[in-house]
């Protein structure tokens, strides 16, 4: 299916965004936050010298005050960049979804979900700018960003994915392939280190250079129907930074990591390669069945997973580390004038 990715390619202007409800209403919300912000930081030193001048005399009041004001004026427009981000991106969404006859998802829409990733114990979780195309067309497909926070030992692990599921036409067996070229991002485990060994199938050619795949126990000439060398070749020439999943009637296509998807530049090749992979299952299973084919057997994990989640640190925002740099000099500068 052809999308109208008229609304990702137009950047729109502020005056737009003004004129936009929705972003009218993250624009005021962002200004009450940098207002209170303000009133906060520039009222401390003003109180402080109210109540106890002799702290703070003329020189080091002034000193305190500038770098306190920089620090507002500052804050205030890392606040404003990134509230004409969000509103952007928000606006470009809401345009591509109604272009398309799109339904925009609820962060909270994951249960119904069977992919691996949408399984994984957590604290908190969610989808992230999910869209889903109830247009009709031949594979109902849904994609978006999903997170998830594991918790460790002294902060919480939070990892994200960008996927997308392909409706199937009929029920498959559960197959699981681990793209080998991601596993240098891929740390966590999610994939490889769940599954016993004896669940891992090996296929002809060059295949296993690239792939692990994973089926269960008793469906071994299942996969072997459905991954004919025609099949593996297509795999081969589009999907080697990509993990895909057939559970059921759903087809995922997922890599790990936050992308911006409401990009034409990312979704237009994303979308591409999901429906050429499932364009061809569909044909190459168009004579499969199975006696079992509404109860399918899953992939069994191992209980508890073998192996543990590596950590992963955290990303803290450098434009906060800055804004504390700057109290902090400010604070220095006036104990020195102040002596």
């Given amino acids: 299916m052809k999308y109208d990715y008229t609304s990702l390619d137009h950047t729109p202007t502020i005056n737009e965004l003004w004129r936009d409800s929705d972003s009218k209403v993250l624009f005021k919300k962002v200004g009450v936050s940098i207002a209170v912000a303000i009133v906060f930081f520039i009222g401390i030193p003003v109180v402080a010298h109210s109540i106890a001048p002799a702290m703070l005399d003329g020189t080091v009041f002034l000193t305190v005050m500038i770098f306190t004001i920089a620090i507002c004026f500052l804050t205030t427009y890392l606040a404003s960049v990134d509230a004409i981000q969000n509103a952007r991106s928000s606006y470009k969404r809401r345009g591509f979804v109604k272009e398309n006859n799109l339904v925009m998802i609820a962060n909270d829409d994951y249960d119904r979900h069977t992919g691996i990733i949408f399984k994984q114990p957590s604290t908190s979780r969610g989808i992230v700018n999910g869209v889903r195309d109830k247009s009709g067309s031949e594979h109902v497909t849904e994609f978006g960003n999903y997170t ?192």
């Fill in 148 to 339: 998830y926070a594991q918790r460790g030992s002294r902060e919480d692990t939070i990892y994200w994915y960008t996927y997308i599921c392909v409706d199937l036409p009929k029920q498959l067996p559960h197959i699981l392939l681990d793209a080998k070229k991601n596993d240098g991002a891929n740390r966590s485990g999610v994939i490889r280190d769940q599954f016993s060994p004896d669940q891992q199938l090996s296929l002809e050619g060059d295949f296993n250079e690239h792939f692990s795949l994973y089926t269960p126990k008793g469906y071994e000439q299942d996969a072997l129907y459905l991954f004919t060398p025609d099949v593996m070749q297509v795999f081969l020439e589009i999907s080697l930074a990509y993990d895909v999943e057939i559970i059921g009637n759903k087809l995922y296509l997922f890599h790990i990591g936050k992308s911006d998807l409401m990009t034409k530049a990312v979704l237009e090749p994303l979308l591409d390669v999901a429906y050429t992979l499932a364009k061809k299952v569909t044909y190459q299973s168009r004579n499969y069945s199975d006696s079992h084919a509404t109860n399918i057997r899953p992939l069994t994990s191992r209980s508890p997973v073998a192996v543990q989640l590596e950590r992963k640190n955290q990303k803290v925002n450098p434009k906060l580390i800055f804004v504390i740099l700057l109290m902090i000099a400010a604070g220095i500068a006036s104990f020195y004038l102040k002596q």
